[in-house]
Each structure stands twice: as C-alpha cells, then as structure tokens.
C-alpha cells in the first residue's frame, strides 16, 4: 500500500523562505497567472531524505505553492523520516527495492500513483528518477515530462548514460534541466537531438539563519567550546571523499570533525578516526532537517567540502552564504559556483592530498583577516543565487510546455 504521510514542520524552512521573500516583496505574492491556479505538478525522486536534490525540489514545490500551483512529491522508497510528516509528500515503497518483484511493484505502484494526480507536468529528479520517473509518467499519460541533471557523471555508469541520451532523443524528455555551465558543458557532444531540450536552471539557495550563537549551537551538538570545529554537511557517501576530512584530525590535535549526514560511509569513516586515535575528535551528528542545518553551521570554524564530483555543490554554497570560510576540493563547478563577481568565496585545494588539505585549513586557521574576507565573501553569494529566481524559471519552464 503507497504511504501517505501528513506535513512536517521541518519543511517549513523553504516556505518561511519564499514567504519572508514575498512579504518583502508584495509584487511576487500575488499570482500572475489567476487563470492557471490549476496547473498540477508532481516531483518524482529516488528516496526520501534530507540531501540536496530534496532541497531543491522542496524549495521549489513550495515556491510553485505560493503561486497557486498544485504540488506533490512522490517518492520511489522511503530512506530515512526526513518527510514522514510532509502531507505533499508520498512513498511507493517503504524500503529501497531489492529485487526483481520488488522493482516491478515499485513501477506499477508509481504508475499508479501518476493516475491519480493527474499531473500537468512531472519534474523528475537524479539518474533514476529520470530513468524510471519519466517513462512510468509518459506511461501514465502525462504529456509533459522534465528530467533534471542534477547527478554527476561520475556517479553514473556507462548504461545509465546511454538510457538518458536514449530517452532525452526520443522525447520523453520534453525539457532538460541542467544547474550549472559545468554540468552544461557534460553534454557539449551530445546530438542536437538531445540537446535542443536543454535549459540552465541554477539552484536557489535558502540561506540557512540560526538563532543560536557559536556557543550554544555546540552545546546542542554536543562539541567542545575551546576547539577548532571543521564540519561539512553531506550524504555518508564514498564519492563525497569525507575520508580526505577525517584524514585532516592527526595533523593538529585541536582540530575536531562534525559531519552531519547520513549513509553506508558512517561505519568506516569512523574506524578510520580511530586507526588515526582521533575518534574522540570525529563527531557523526546524523541527519539534520533546514533548521538543524542552520544551527551545525553556526557551530562551524570551517566548512570543508572535499566532494570527488558535485553538478552543483548545494552544501558548499549554503555555507559560505552562511558566513562560515569554505575550503573546498579544486573541481571547476565549486570553483564556479563559489564566486561572485570575479571573487573566489573560498580556498580551493587538492582534497585528495592530505598534506595540501591540511596545510590550507592551518593556514586559514592562523589568518583571522582571511576567515573575515571569505566570510563576507561568502555572505554575499545570497544574491547570485535567489530562490526566487529560481522558482520563476521553472514556472516560465512549465507555463511553456502547458501552454502548447
């Protein structure tokens, strides 16, 4: 039986963003399309959980929400409660499928949950959202289709690439969304077929505020007052590299590592601290909704962000937006997106050598004008990436494909 499940609180972070955005700016609560109040939107992802394509699809589920649009998010299984009491949000499957039957009850109970929405358009989000969203939905008899390239290439394989060129020159891609000039530049070589449905939607970023001081936000984390605290928010993945940050705890014995996040990694990041005899200093705070989000940063020195491979790298904005200095693996999308009029908003290293990681983070460390300089810095990415606008493209992306 599909799960449905009433709304949380803890997703009131993206609706008090628009809301503060649109009290701020009366013109953008009022809704300029009175005749298309109607228009139904469903968002299709892989799992429910608390990580960046979630954020995205919630942030602009609500946005669409403030301007008369239907929404719902449909999710293929349930990973973590992160949307337990989200009255939008639904599961087909309570756990990730794992095997031949489970997958095919899991298509048909999407395919039936499609039917019943009766969407306009469909937004699906990661590889296998596409891969399995978009079809199910043309199946369904939804005419309009939207794949976002929100996942990396480096995390998909060969055949998942060949399935979206497959589906993006078929058609049932009707548009193709891709986040960054980065991301863009992956289908440089693809046939005009594919990339004429191709359209750039950077991310907007809610900017994470906590009401807590640094004091108070490490007394709730439970890490000490009197060290320096690297963090950084990211699913417990090998390709996130969080390894390369545990690795930075034997060089300076008052370095402490708060990562918050959940996944398969947490394990053996944590046998690798104590190989290190740094347990005590790495510190697994789990998976944290908007507001705890807010309050990990508040709590952090330094936002370290060694991802292999990012599309976008939502947690390393949300950061420096933040005000907390980021040092970041050297990949030209965090070297794009984290800039602002020319201006670096952090210090970009080979995360995968060691000695350079930590020699950058020490050298921050002892420079309080430089930690000052990027977190100004870092502060005014809020205005490069605006969740309105945001919301704006992809409601002009659907009133044009509704509206042929």
């Avoid at 009433?6 to 809301?19: C, D, H, Y």
């Avoid at 000039?181 to 994470?208: C, M, W």
């Avoid at 990949?331 to 000695?355: H, I, T």
């Amino acid at each position: 039986m599909l799960q449905s499940i009433p709304r949380q609180k803890q997703s009131m972070g993206a609706l008090e963003t628009v809301q503060r955005m649109s009290a701020e700016n009366p013109e953008l609560s009022s809704i300029k399309h009175a005749g298309k109040r109607n228009v139904r939107v469903l968002f299709i992802q892989t799992q429910a959980e608390n990580a960046g394509a979630q954020e995205i699809a919630r942030l602009v589920a609500t946005g669409l929400e403030q301007r008369g649009y239907v929404t719902r998010q449909l999710f293929f299984f349930r990973r973590t409660a992160s949307f337990d009491k989200d009255e939008t949000a639904e599961f087909c499957l309570l756990k990730r499928p794992s095997n031949p039957l489970a997958l095919i009850s899991l298509i048909g109970r999407l395919r039936k949950k499609v039917r019943e929405f009766k969407p306009d358009v469909v937004l699906c989000f990661q590889h296998y959202g596409n891969l399995i969203g978009a079809p199910v939905a043309k199946a369904a008899g939804v005419r309009n289709v939207i794949a976002n390239q929100n996942t990396s290439k480096l995390l998909t394989s060969k055949l998942i690439r060949i399935l979206d060129l497959g589906l993006g020159v078929s058609g049932i891609f009707s548009r193709i969304v891709t986040v960054s000039s980065s991301a863009e530049a992956d289908f440089t070589n693809y046939p005009q077929s594919y990339r004429s449905r191709l359209t750039r939607i950077d991310h907007g970023v809610a900017v994470k505020r906590s009401f807590m001081d640094r004091n108070a936000a490490r007394l709730h984390f439970g890490l000490p007052n009197d060290a320096v605290i690297l963090g950084c928010a990211a699913r417990l993945h090998h390709m996130k590299q969080l390894d390369a940050a545990v690795r930075l705890l034997p060089q300076d014995p008052t370095w402490h590592l708060a990562l918050a996040g959940q996944g398969p990694e947490a394990e053996s990041l944590m046998k690798l601290a104590r190989e290190f005899g740094c347990s005590n200093r790495l510190h697994l705070v789990g998976e944290l909704d908007t507001t705890g989000v807010a309050d990990f940063l508040a709590a952090l020195d330094i936002f370290v962000f060694p991802s292999q491979a990012e599309t976008f790298g939502l947690a390393a904005v949300e950061a420096a937006q933040a005000g907390v200095p980021v040092v970041a693996n050297h990949l030209p999308v965090l070297d794009e997106v984290l800039s602002k009029d020319g201006e670096a908003c952090a210090v970009f290293v080979d995360a995968s050598d060691p000695v350079a990681f930590g020699k950058a983070v020490a050298a921050l460390i002892s420079s309080p004008a430089e930690m000052a300089m990027l977190s100004a810095r870092g502060r005014r990415l809020s205005t490069r990436y605006p969740v309105e606008s945001m919301v704006s493209a992809y409601e002009d992306l659907i009133q044009d494909l509704v509206s042929d």
